[in-house]
């Protein structure tokens, strides 16, 4: 037996609450990762549950398929973007859903794996492409490091990263050219910037969020799926999105207020606040501290 990289799923519990999964209900696990939602979604809907996987990752939909498989044909996995999973959930006839799950960002296999570009942690090329065998992905973080100007790359910082510091490091960073390595561009940040003492985030994790999310359009992509989850949910089915900074979040929180009110609204709110991990679920897995739950019914 292959030992799988492990990714706890973030709460777990309040998604599947949310869901209202149960037996014979049809999901679209629309961030399929490495399956750990999917599992739990397949379980709680057993013996006919039926469940759609996708992905932008081709690696990730590889391991929740190994993951997934004793679940025989009530499973099936597609390479999708998030933007494209609507189609997918309807060309595989699966539609009207019961349930949409979308839990953003990354799993710990992109996470954990430098030559993904993902982490400071280790150097790695500068890629944070989410499907790397994506022909039509041409635009890696190198090219954003490397080639953008001080002010376009000042100005991605500002609006994806909301780095207040935007000018001074995009600055850095074209004087530092060629950056190669994760590492190398983490460094940059740090001299640019320094290290406040006690800060929680070290200095790059918000110029390493801006350039994944243009890499990778990841917010055009959230408000494209977003706009299309309530034509593949019949009424009474759910919407369950799990976002993982305040950019994501806040676009999720007006697509469901926008959504919700005026007189034909298409859903109804189901989490009046945002819904956070509990601290033990934060002690468990230190990845889920920023996650936050917002879910919402068809109507
Ligand atoms: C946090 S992980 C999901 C983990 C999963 N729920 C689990 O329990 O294993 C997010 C996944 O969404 C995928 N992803 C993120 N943004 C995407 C997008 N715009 N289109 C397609 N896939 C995306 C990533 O490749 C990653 O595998």
Known sequence: ???????????????????????????????????????????????????????????????????????????????????????????????????????????????????????????????????????????????????WSAEDLANLLYDYGEERRSRRIARAIVRSRPIQTTTELAQCVVDAVGIRPGARLHPATRVFQAIRLEVNRELERLAAFLAQARGILRIGGRLVVIAFHSLEDRIVKQFLRDQSSGSQPAFRTLTRRVLRPSADEIERNPRARSARLRAAEAV
């Open 1 to 147: 037996m292959t030992s799988l990289p492990t990714h706890l799923p973030v709460m777990l519990d309040e998604a599947l609450d949310l869901l209202n999964v149960g037996p014979g209900g049809r999901y679209l696990d629309a961030t399929v990762g490495l399956g750990g939602h999917a599992e739990a979604i397949l379980r709680a809907s057993a013996p006919d549950g039926q469940l759609l996987g996708t992905d932008a990752d081709p690696d990730a939909l590889g391991l929740s398929a190994e993951r997934l498989e004793r679940f025989g044909e009530r499973v099936l996995l597609r390479r999708s973007w998030l933007d494209a999973s609507a189609r997918t959930a309807t060309e595989a006839g699966l539609t009207p859903l019961d349930g949409v799950l979308c839990d953003l960002g990354l799993s710990s296999l992109q996470l954990d794996r430098p030559e993904r570009g993902f982490s400071f942690q280790a150097a790695g090329p500068l890629d944070m492409r989410l499907g790397p065998a994506d022909q039509a992905q041409t635009v890696t973080a190198e090219e954003i490091v490397n080639q």
